[in-house]
């Protein structure tokens, strides 16, 4: 099984800029899609971007694209999530999560999105994120 681990959350400042980054072991991230999910207070955990098995693809919420940008080196086997222009509506916790590209398809599929949470087999335990002045 592949385990995750989020790191680089922490508070900043409205239209600053945040990197986050899971670390994964226990499985080659070659055979894996990742995507990042957000919770927002009071709000359903909705997928922010996604990386197939190679980066050859991804996708974004309507809600941060253009402004944030997913990245990953399975040769490191991390995984980063590169946050830009951040509004206090960014505020949330964000997990990574993990999908053997024998299980389902996600984030390559025909919907161009991130795909749901039961998409996904394996998370992180999340880092709290929070814009504020």
């Known amino acids: 099984q592949l385990q995750l681990v989020e790191s680089g959350g922490g508070l900043v400042q409205p239209g600053g800029s945040l990197r986050l980054s899971c670390a994964t072991s226990?499985?080659?991230?070659?055979?894996?899609?990742i995507g990042w999910f957000r919770q927002a207070p009071g709000k359903e955990r909705e997928g922010v971007a996604c990386?197939?098995?190679?980066?050859?693809?991804?996708n974004y919420a309507d809600s941060v694209k253009g402004r944030f940008t997913i990245s990953r080196d399975n040769a490191r086997n991390t995984v980063d999530l590169h946050m830009n222009s951040l509004s206090p509506e960014a505020t949330g916790v964000y997990s990574c999560?993990?999908?053997?590209?024998?299980?389902?398809?996600?984030?390559?599929?025909?919907?161009?999105?991130?795909?749901?949470?039961?998409?996904?087999?394996?998370w992180g335990q999340g880092t709290q994120d929070t814009v504020s002045s």
């Open positions: 226990g499985g080659t991230l070659d055979y894996y899609h």
């Open positions: 999560a993990a999908v053997h590209l024998t299980a389902r398809v996600v984030c390559i599929n025909s919907t161009r999105s991130p795909g749901g949470a039961k998409d996904y087999d394996y």
């Open positions: 990386t197939s098995t190679y980066g050859d693809r991804t």
